[in-house]
């Protein structure tokens, strides 16, 4: 039974945006992908120049973090038994939740083409189903355990009594920022029961999520 | 100072051998990326065809778990404030050093490019090193703290008793497999002080290294 709900929020995973699909970083990419531009991942590693006057740019265009941390989160025993459930929320507002167990490519250009495919079908079922909605619309729709947000700018808890709270808890929601730079938006933040500080400084998002896991198994190890 | 030596031995990481340079896999993402076949990586992901007659293939051409825990221990604070010596120990004998608090390219393609340069100008100063010589040679030449391989067939311990005896040590050099399947070589093995075990199952090794290193660090944090 799923004892845990992972959200990878504000998620920098999103196809290239119409506005920028007829600058030269796009179109070149596209051409020699032979795809359309609205059908390829946006990635700063190859739409750098085209990203400049995009809204939000900083927090954008990185599907590598949402696969690291996603491989993370999956490499899990807790994951491997099927008591965590994983959605990841984008940037425009994208649900993709994974269905337990299901193995996420661990090769890149898989994951690419896995979420290229994903985020053009939009399935509705199978191992990957795609919905339109907020983070805080996904937050309402999981409940109703407690929505905890990570950020430096929560108050601090060790991660261990956290993890331990979440474990108590048994149907929680942690949320976890899926971009590079900067924070939660207002509206995601206000959407969180507590905002929680695991460590003094900004970690990176698959790093969190790594120790969250471990430390929520560690806690369960003891409740057994 | 550096409190841990991590090694990644026997890892998948390589540049694709002499003996299927000719084999149509590799000649075909050789052109494909305009480089020589003995300069790009061998990576199961494109030449799984041309590696069946190679020995020892099923550890092979796997640099993709490479860079994931690569990227999971180099996002863990005890690395960024430089107490993580990392070593990647290859399958055929070569070892990249890797001077603290070096950053790793999140990007695949990045790093998949970091390394090529790597392997085939082999540099022996600068931020990334290399060197040819066994594990048992790195391991002699690292210590004289203990060494610790991680293995299914290892003696159980707890992960936070382990990782304390660690940080207790002060210089220890803990090894992980950086191969999918399969155990260590025996050569490998028998330059071990401790086989030891901290899982009932076996984890992948960016699992086991994000893990391990969030518990020395906990370790730490109630010695200070």
């Not at 939009?122 to 929505?147: D, E, F, I, N, Y």
């Not at 993890?163 to 938006?185: I, L, M, Q, T, Y």
Request: hydrophobic share 40%.
């Amino acid at each position: 039974m799923v004892l845990l709900n992972f959200v990878l929020a504000e998620s920098a995973l999103e196809l290239v945006p119409r506005e920028i699909w007829s600058r030269p970083a796009v179109v070149s990419d596209a051409t020699r992908r032979e795809r359309k531009a609205g059908e390829i991942l946006l990635d700063r590693s190859f739409h750098h120049s085209a990203m400049e006057r995009l809204r939000d740019s900083e927090k954008r265009g990185r599907p590598d973090l949402v696969h690291i941390t996603l491989l993370d989160v999956t490499g899990s025993p807790l994951y491997l038994d099927g008591r965590v459930m994983v959605y990841v929320h984008t940037y425009p507002d994208t649900v993709i939740e994974i269905e337990p167990k299901t193995r996420i490519p661990k090769n890149y250009l898989r994951f690419r083409g896995l979420m290229e495919k994903c985020l053009v079908e939009r399935p509705t079922t199978g191992l990957l189903r795609v919905r339109q909605m907020s983070c805080s619309a996904l937050l309402k729709m999981v409940g109703p355990g407690g929505a905890y947000g990570l950020s430096v700018r929560g108050k601090q808890s060790s991660l261990p009594d956290f993890a331990k709270r979440v474990a108590d808890e048994g149907n929680a929601c942690v949320v976890v920022g899926g971009f590079p730079h900067g924070h939660f938006s207002a509206e995601t933040a206000r959407s969180f029961d507590e905002l929680v500080r695991i460590d003094s400084r900004p970690l990176e998002a698959h790093v969190v999520a790594a120790r969250l896991i471990y430390q929520v198994e560690e806690a369960i190890r003891f409740n057994d």
